[in-house]
């Protein structure tokens, strides 16, 4: 594949290096400098062997003892050195040269520059970067830039190529100054330093990305990521879509039947999603609730809304035994109002799912639930006007665009050009920290139940050692003669998942022997939906005591005479998904209990995410400590491949500059839409890598 580059003839490119420069998105003159350094290799001193440290750079200066070749396990130069302390450092080199061998003479001296790791003798480096030196040679006075870089571009062919850019090419000033912070460096100067700092600046300030010039970078990414985040949020608003207005009082009467009053958030946040519903344009609104606040009462109500104002509203999940249960609750809620309510999944036998087909086109079905197959060619809809998504980190960008064009094909199959895109209502139980609130979901529309149903009381969560599991098992026939009920959540095994099913059935097998007299059920990701089914209703009518399961149970099951759960090996688990685990009890009025059962030894994190999950409930403060552990990859889930990664900023640190960023790309897509653009095409190169990758 040839790409399109256009560098200046003077930085003599060749067509080679021009296809190496492509893959990390840099294209043009510009993008040369704009390709900051990731990190700062420190060769403005020497450190002593005593004080190298696993996996760090650092930068010796030693005398050789001896060299030799030797050919166990395989061909290898080993070169024995000794710094002015008298420690020693073994280097290793696999790949090396005849020629090499004269620098490395008896009692010649060196300076070595890498990475130190445990050798068999104590330290040693592994083809680190080396000179002759002598007691004289002056030390680097500046920082070393090192630079992502790809196959067969070295750091000092990107130094070199630097070096030339920065004398070349001018970078010129796109935003207007107010929108700057003050005493910011202009673009070029904050690059020129961050390629090639001054002796003058402090290390620390350009490693921990502190330096007016790193404000200045972070800041252009962030304005970029909140430019094309607002313009896409701009755009839909300016599309169509029907306005859902209510022709009758099926809100009212479906609200009248509820078994319960509805939440202060409940509340609100039906206000905003209606408010949405009725504008004319499309609705993009994520609703964020912890595990148990009760969002599939705010879908129902958009349904009621939608299908009261005369279209068909679809509710999809991403696995059968989720949207089962909406269906069911769905179905339960509209029957009795007269309203037809039909499910489809891919597991529907084919003579149904056609008469389901022809019933959706015909306009008989009013609210459609089901999994993907909503989504199939074969579904046509009458005239689709709400799409409410489940679980909307599961889904992907491919599945909302094949909603859309449900949308457009609605109106008796044809396609229907007065309407863009379908109301839609996402909802997700993963809690969005607000940082990423702020950048990432920046073009979603946020509402939130920050409140729980009254009467819930918060589940105790205890730490117990694998080795007692005895105990556990014992503790659990016990909640079972008070008539109680208990999910046991079996391992995860990311390496096999049929070492993981395996492991599930065992754990039935050996849970079945220690307690003979109960009933206890088995569920896993390999058995058939309609299996799957049969054994979740046989816990839900308390039937089966006590469930096995893997991790199929993680979200949205709602069986709230369960109390207990037993989680094995929870040090294998993410948090969020050990939220989502422990959301399943405490959903009635029982007390309910959550045993983490833990393996020793304990990873730091792991010992980390066991003691968050034991001193709190709150998804809020878990997802947070989440994001601070693992970065804001899970977050995003599917919405991370369409989407440019933050290089340079950091959300936590950077939340100042995130606000600024935000503010500024409002004011400059108002007051200089020009700039904005040739903003964001700037740093578009940059983009389209992270679209590639
Ligand atoms: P989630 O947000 O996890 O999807 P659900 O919608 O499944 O939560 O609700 C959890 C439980 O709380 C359900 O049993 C539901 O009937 C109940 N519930 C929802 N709203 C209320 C309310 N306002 N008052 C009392 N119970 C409620
Ligand atoms: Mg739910």
């Known amino acids: ?25 840099v294209r043009t003159d510009q993008d040369i400098l704009l390709h900051i350094p990731l990190r700062y290799e420190d060769e403005t001193r020497l450190t002593p062997v005593a004080d190298l440290r696993l996996g760090q750079f650092a930068q010796v200066q030693v005398r050789v003892i001896e060299h030799t070749v030797q050919f166990r396990p395989r061909r290898q130069l080993v070169v024995t050195t000794v710094d002015d302390a008298g420690e020693t450092l073994v280097l290793r080199f696999i790949h090396f040269y005849g020629t090499q061998l004269a620098a490395f003479r008896a009692d010649a001296l060196i ?107 972070k800041f ?102 989720l949207a089962e249960q909406l269906y069911e609750k769905l179905k339960g809620w509209f029957t009795p109002l007269g309203i037809s309510v039909a499910w489809l999944a891919s597991s529907v036998k ?178 058939s939906a309609v299996e799957k089914r049969e054994v979740m209703a046989s816990f839900v009518t308390g039937e089966t005591n006590i469930l096995v399961a893997t991790t199929v149970i993680e979200v949205g099951v709602d069986v709230p005479n369960a109390s207990w759960m037993v989680i094995e090996h929870a040090e294998r688990f993410g948090l969020s998904q050990l939220h989502q685990l422990r959301g399943r009890v405490g959903r009635g009025a029982l007390h309910s209990t959550c045993v983490l059962l833990f393996e020793k030894p304990l990873s730091a994190t792991a010992k980390a995410r066991l003691k968050i999950m034991y001193d709190t409930t709150d998804g809020f403060e878990i997802a947070r400590e989440d994001l601070r552990l693992r970065g804001p990859g899970e977050f995003l889930g599917a919405r991370q491949s369409g989407l440019p990664l933050l290089r340079f900023a950091d959300l936590e640190k950077d939340l100042a500059l995130l606000e600024d960023a935000r503010d500024a790309a409002e004011w400059l897509l108002a007051n200089n839409p020009a700039a904005a653009q040739a903003h964001l095409q700037r740093w578009l190169a940059q983009r389209e890598h992270f679209l590639a990758a």
Not at 1 to 25: D, H, N, Q, R, Y
Not at 253 to 265: E, N, V, Y
Not at 410 to 425: C, F, I, K, W
């Open 1 to 25: 594949m040839t790409v399109p580059t256009a560098f200046s003839k003077t930085l003599k490119i060749t067509p080679k290096l021009a296809e190496k420069l492509a893959k990390l998105g």
């Open 220 to 321: 252009e990414e962030l304005l970029a990521q909140q430019l094309s985040l607002t313009q896409a949020k701009l755009k839909r608003r300016s599309e169509l879509a029907p306005q859902l207005m209510a022709q009758d009082d099926l809100l009212k009467r479906l609200i009248a039947q509820l078994p319960f009053s509805m939440t202060g958030a409940q509340t609100r946040a039906w206000a905003q999603i209606q408010t949405d519903m009725e504008s004319g344009h499309p609705m993009h609104r994520l609703l964020q609730g912890d595990v148990g606040s009760g969002k599939t009462v705010l879908a129902a109500l958009a349904c009621a809304q939608c299908v009261s104002a005369g279209r068909q509203a679809a509710v999809m999940a991403p696995t059968e035994i």
């Open 111 to 217: 300076r070595v520059q890498g990475e130190a790791r445990h050798g068999f003798f104590g330290m040693e480096m592994v083809h680190p970067r080396y000179q002759s030196v002598t007691e004289d040679t002056p030390l680097g006075e500046t920082l070393t830039p090192v630079y992502p870089t790809t196959d067969g571009l070295s750091q000092s062919a990107w130094r070199k190529l630097m070096a030339k850019a920065l004398d070349e090419v001018h970078l010129p000033e796109i935003l207007p100054r107010n929108v700057l912070g003050d005493g910011w460096p202009t673009l070029q100067a904050a690059v020129q330093l961050l390629h090639a700092p001054p002796p003058d600046v402090n290390p620390a300030a350009l490693t921990e990305r502190d330096h007016l010039a790193w404000e200045r970078i």
């Open 350 to 527: 084919k003579k149904a799912k056609s008469e389901t087909y022809a019933a959706l086109t015909d306009n008989q079905i009013h609210i459609i639930v089901g999994t993907h197959a909503l989504i199939q060619d074969a579904v046509h809809f009458h005239d689709l006007g709400l799409a409410v998504i489940d679980e909307q980190h599961r889904f992907g960008v491919a599945q909302r665009l094949a909603l859309r064009q449900k949308m457009q094909e609605s109106v008796e199959g044809q396609r229907n050009p007065q309407y863009d895109a379908p109301h839609q209502l996402m909802m997700s139980a993963t809690p969005i920290p607000r940082t990423l609130a702020l950048s990432y979901f920046a073009d979603l529309d946020v509402a939130v139940l920050d409140e729980l149903p009254p009467g819930r009381t918060p589940v105790v969560t205890k730490l117990i050692d694998q080795k007692r599991r005895e105990e556990v098992i014992d503790k659990v026939a016990y909640q079972v003669a008070q008539g109680e009920q208990v999910y046991w959540v079996c391992p995860l095994i990311e390496e096999s998942e049929a070492l993981e099913l395996q492991t599930a059935i065992d754990t039935h097998a050996a849970l079945s022997a220690a307690l003979p007299d109960l009933n206890i059920g088995l569920v896993h990701g390999r058995m």
